[in-house]
């Protein structure tokens, strides 16, 4: 049992890349979801910076209103995206590097 503890954190990170290994290696990115359906969302935040000067708190077009800073439905800001970008450059490495961190717990 021991063993398998050790070599867990080699493991997992090998699967994952088995199933991601093509979005690693060429470069690609799932385009479904949640993905695609935030792009509004972010051009009117930044529409609503440049037009207003401040942070939108509040998303007035989906739900009747929503909070989009403090929701996370827009935030123009990432300090842990900005210190990890040289390292994760693309999506591929991203995913493999969140799932690996997820499954090892």
Partial sequence: MNNLKRYTILIIPFMVFIFLGEMIIDDLTP?????????????????????????PHWYPHLFSGMPSYSAYSFSPSDPVGEALRPVLFNFGIKFWFYFSIGGIG
């Avoid at 385009?31 to 009117?44: H, N, T």
């Fill in 31 to 55: 385009s479904k979801g949640d993905l695609v359906e935030g792009y509004p969302v972010r051009k009117w935040g930044f529409d609503y910076i440049e037009k207003n000067g401040e942070l």
